[in-house]
């Protein structure tokens, strides 16, 4: 369905505000907790958006993508360490690097995964990443172990200090956005669909699955491992327990969950509800693991009320909506826009 | 011609030999059915010629290549397409996007280019048209009824333009009405080039449509000819009826 023209142009007007208000952000925005915050948030909106290119598109649910985060960041700081780069702007050219090394780890353990399928797979990408953390932690030489890896830490000072981060952070973003994009409407990202449907089915009409889904992840992995290692440098220090944390792992898949799996705008919607509500909680009611409370009371939410997540439910309903008012046969034989008809709003 | 050539395949599961030294042979632009009581190795060799299954012994040929340990993807784009038993198609695609999965695209820049190019959603298109369910090219293949999602499948797997189609009971499930225009697309094809192996349970669907039979009983083949060889072969009549 090619959309009314004016739904068309209020999605784009809708693009064009968010992108403004990102943009913009920190020049209205200077209390260092928010920005704060903000770094944190549109991170998250990186990293679901990366991590949904593999586990929505394909439908591999991968619960050790913070391997590749973890593994990002510690290759980053061994690069700038080794390379001996200063800090300041410096370093962020040096941010593709941790990508393709997070590429060439991605491969291996993508290699192997990837012979399994379903509930096996989960697990098997679980054990890979207490593997690769205990490798950060065993690796006393390289990594620094249990005392941590440093990174060079920036001259700026506390209310400015955030700012660079934050625009790192959404550049990462935004190519993760559009990266995504790009693949949901290509015949490669038709192939990862079919996968995801019937992965027999889509070999038996000559999608090549293996080097599909392989594809997938490592583009997916290469982009947490940039994430992870603007993360790394704005932290300043990393420890393998917290640079390669389960819960970050989780966190993106719930959000990814909550917002709509598969759907690119989805895992932007779950970022920006569940990251700051996580933080706002961390603030007021200390570093407690309350927020682990929380996200369990979303999870069964989204379980319950919204098992296709917001974007899907909320596209039916508006279907449903709009069939109801104009009822008629334009209506009704309608969606060969492979955009729409996943519910999901083409930008 | 011969175009595909299996010889003295065996298949064996644990103890069971699912398929034990079956050799057969379809010539170009034919009909073959595939018949055989329930558990005679049929749908296993579908999926030992399409790349499903691993052969414990003996080779399959197409167009005089050897084509056993090659996956399903490589053998489809060789030119075997198949169906599955109860009619498998994409379920959260739309009908298109189903008939657009299997088209064919070389090169790195036609892979991230846009999914639907023009002329192939022409074809796609048009090829739903022949099977006279163009109207639910924008549906979500998931809410079409069986009927259509056998004729889907069917269409989909035609859109890489294969030279031998192997069918697993393409007349199914599905109402005599459907049946004989299933039977109706599978002669066009057929007269349009394309040759076809079937298995097949509707004894007047198959001994209507094939020009051969090849009976399969306990994984080896029984008897083979015309339909009317074969219906009158007694050995066949044993192992359907028991004797």
């Keep these: 369905m090619r959309s009314p023209s004016w739904i068309r142009a209020a999605k784009w007007a809708a693009l064009v505000l968010v992108l403004a208000v990102a943009l913009l952000f920190p020049a209205f925005e200077s209390d260092p907790a928010t920005v704060n915050i903000a770094v944190f948030t549109v991170m998250y909106v990186g990293l679901a958006t990366a991590w949904n290119i593999m586990g929505g598109y394909t439908g591999y649910v991968s619960l050790g993508h913070a391997a590749f985060f973890g593994f990002g960041a510690y290759a980053f700081g061994l690069v700038l360490a080794h390379l001996g780069i200063q800090a300041g702007y410096e370093p962020f050219l040096f941010v593709p690097i941790a990508g393709v090394l997070t ?25 890979m990443m207490f593997m690769v953390q205990l490798l950060a932690e065993n690796l006393v030489g390289l990594t620094g172990g ?32 559009l990266l995504s994009w790009w693949i949901r409407r290509s015949k490669f990202g038709l192939g990862l669909l079919a996968i995801r449907d019937d992965e027999d089915k889509a070999l038996a009409v000559g999608v090549p699955a293996h080097a599909y889904k392989l594809t997938a992840f490592v583009i997916s992995a290469g982009l947490v491992g940039m994430i992870g290692a603007v993360y790394g440098y704005y932290v300043t220090y990393i420890y393998p327990q917290y640079a390669i944390d389960p819960l970050v792992g989780i966190s993106l898949v719930l959000m990814v969950f909550l917002g709509g799996l598969g759907t690119l705008w989805g895992p932007v919607l779950g970022a920006v509800i569940l990251e700051p509500a996580q933080l706002w909680l961390a603030y007021n009611f200390g570093a407690s693991l309350l927020y682990l409370v929380f996200y369990a009371a979303v999870f069964l939410v989204v379980i319950l009320l919204l098992p296709r997540g917001i974007i899907p439910s909320v596209g039916d309903l508006l279907k449903r909506i709009a069939a109801r008012r104009a009822v008629g046969p334009s209506d009704t034989a309608s969606t060969s826009d492979a955009h729409t008809v996943a519910g999901v709003p083409s930008p | 011609m011969t175009l595909l050539e299996v010889q003295s395949l065996s298949k064996r599961f644990g103890g069971v030999t699912a398929v034990d030294g079956c050799s057969l042979s379809l010539d170009l632009g034919s009909i073959t059915g595939l018949i055989g009581p329930n558990g005679s190795g049929k749908t296993t060799v579908f999926n030992l010629i399409t790349g499903f299954l691993a052969k414990d012994a003996g080779d399959v040929r197409f167009k005089g290549q050897s084509i056993a340990g090659f996956g399903p993807n490589r053998i489809y784009g060789l030119g075997i397409g198949r169906t599955f038993q109860l009619a498998r198609i994409f379920p959260r695609l739309t009908a298109l996007e189903n008939m657009l999965v299997p088209v064919r695209r070389s090169g790195f820049r036609a892979l991230v280019s846009r ?3 023009n002329d192939e959603r022409t074809r796609a298109m048009d090829m739903l048209a022949a099977m006279d369910i ?19 499948e069917l269409a989909a797997v035609m859109m890489a333009q294969p030279q031998l189609v192997l069918l697993d009971e393409p007349a199914g499930g599905v109402n005599p009405a459907l049946i004989e225009r299933i039977g109706e697309h599978i002669r066009e ?13 509707n004894m007047p669907f198959v001994m209507g449509l094939c020009q051969k039979i090849v009976v399969l009983h306990r994984g080896a083949v029984l008897a083979e000819g015309t339909p009317a060889d074969v219906r009158g072969n007694a050995a066949v009549l044993d192992a359907y009826l028991g004797s």
């Design chain 1, 103 to 127: 590429v060439v780890l991605a491969l291996v353990i993508g290699w192997i995964a990837l012979r399994t399928r379903a509930a096996t797979f989960v697990i098997v990408t679980i054990a």
């Design chain 2, 134 to 152: 163009a109207s639910v090219a924008g549906l979500l293949g998931g809410s079409l009824s069986y009927g259509q999602r056998k004729l889907l």
């Design chain 1, 146 to 177: 249990g005392s941590g890896l440093s990174f060079p830490v920036p001259p700026w000072t506390g209310d400015f200090f955030d700012t660079p981060f934050y625009y790192a952070m959404l550049v990462m973003a935004v190519v993760s956005l």
């Design chain 2, 189 to 201: 094809l057929n007269r349009q080039g394309v040759t076809f192996l079937l298995v097949e349970h």
């Design chain 2, 115 to 117: 999914g639907q190019w």
